[in-house]
């Protein structure tokens, strides 16, 4: 690829209010971004089909840019692109063809683009504790083992994912449904920086869009693409995290799914999910064994010597109380206490009671 055909899709990209469809049809109907960038309004028209609004949209920001100067703009930034065709381009991606995205624009260690193995984590934003908690456990199980685990940035699971990840010092990839400048929802803004400092963030999107509703569905394809394994914690009925499912499937993805209590409709997706075929997610190193996927557990980051106390506290707890089913002595149970809080698996609560920390 040329520098200038380079640039020239970067900067058609960045053309603000430009459906991903009609930038797709723009390039691949005249073979080329820079062809692209320098044609009439009429070729436009008659080789790329698009309406005339979005011509008028698109001739308004041409006339007003200098492209290299956008993508100076993007440097100042730090912000990187990543152009479909380059070296650093996921090849899982190109199994949408024609609706891969021309540009991914990126914060943060962008060469996880290419690592392998890489697995999606998602599910409703509507999180019930033991979806929270399944998220967490999966999350950190996978990323403390080196695998690069993929989520949305949303409210509920997503969060609890990459905020698992993260604690286990392990990878993880945001894709978002607005540009890489603008953090939505706007409390995950401690978590969208970290995730710049010790991860990647990831949008098709010129960086300073704001989220859209029809971003979720566009976004929801990338993720299933990025990840080998689509693992869906919790879904209701109606939950977006379906649409990551439905591009999973048709790109060929094996989707796992947890599952959940047939009582709760929060879990209705996801039990409808496994009613018709999908494989049950009972436990990550089981999932990558039957993958043939070589990832050492032992290198997981999980604290597995608390693991029965962890276990032990279904309810808050004290130290002493702790001691006594545990059969432990007092200062080792205040110690596990002290290092699980520290990591941020469970929490101090008034009474003098620790309890599992389920907030994501």
């Given amino acids: ?76 930034q730090g912000i990187g692109a990543v152009v479909r065709g380059e070296e650093l381009y996921p090849e899982r991606l190109l199994q949408w063809g024609e609706n891969a995205p021309l540009v991914l624009f990126v914060k943060g260690n962008r060469e996880l683009l290419m690592r392998l193995p890489a697995v999606s984590v998602v599910g409703t934003r509507r999180a019930s504790a033991y979806g929270l908690e399944a998220a967490r456990w999966l999350a950190n199980s996978l990323a403390g083992a080196g695998v690069t685990v993929v989520s949305g940035l949303a409210l509920g699971i997503d969060a609890a994912a990459h905020r698992a990840a993260l604690r286990a010092s392990g990878p993880t990839i945001a894709v978002l449904g607005s540009g890489v400048n603008v953090c939505y929802p706007p409390s995950h803004r ?89 494989q049950i997610m009972l436990d990550p190193e089981d999932l990558l064994t039957d993958l043939n996927l070589q990832v050492d557990f032992t290198q997981s980051r999980y604290p597995v010597r608390w693991k029965e106390l962890y276990e032990a506290l279904e309810s808050a707890m004290g130290a002493s109380e ?21 990591d941020g698996w469970i929490r101090h609560v008034p009474g003098g009671l620790y309890e599992r920390n389920l907030s994501g």
């Avoid at 010129?206 to 080998?228: C, Q, T, Y």
Wanted: net charge neutral; charged share 20%; hydrophobic share 40%.
């Fill in 1 to 76: 690829m040329t520098e200038g055909e380079r640039t020239a899709a970067i900067a058609l990209a960045m053309c603000n209010g430009l459906e991903r469809r009609s930038l797709n049809k723009v390039v691949t109907g005249l073979h080329s971004a820079v062809r692209a960038w320098k044609a009439d309004p009429a070729e436009w028209l008659v080789h790329c089909s698009l309406h005339q609004h979005t011509i008028e949209k698109l001739d308004r920001w041409r006339t007003k840019q200098n492209p290299s100067a956008l993508v100076k703009k993007l440097s100042n």
């Fill in 190 to 278: 401690d978590l969208f920086q970290q995730i710049q400092e010790s991860g990647l963030l990831v949008s098709e999107y010129p960086p300073d869009d704001p989220v859209a509703k029809h971003h979720f569905p566009e976004r929801n394809r990338i993720i299933a693409a990025l990840g080998e394994i689509v693992i869906i914690v919790q879904a209701g009925p109606k939950s977006g995290a379906l649409t990551t499912v439905d591009a999973a499937l048709g790109l060929g993805r094996d989707v796992y799914v947890v599952p959940g209590p047939i009582t709760s409709k929060l879990f209705k997706g996801s039990n409808q999910l496994l009613k018709d075929g999908a």
């Fill in 322 to 342: 702790l001691s006594d089913i545990l059969g432990l002595p007092l200062k080792v149970v205040y110690a596990a206490l002290m290092e699980l809080e520290l």
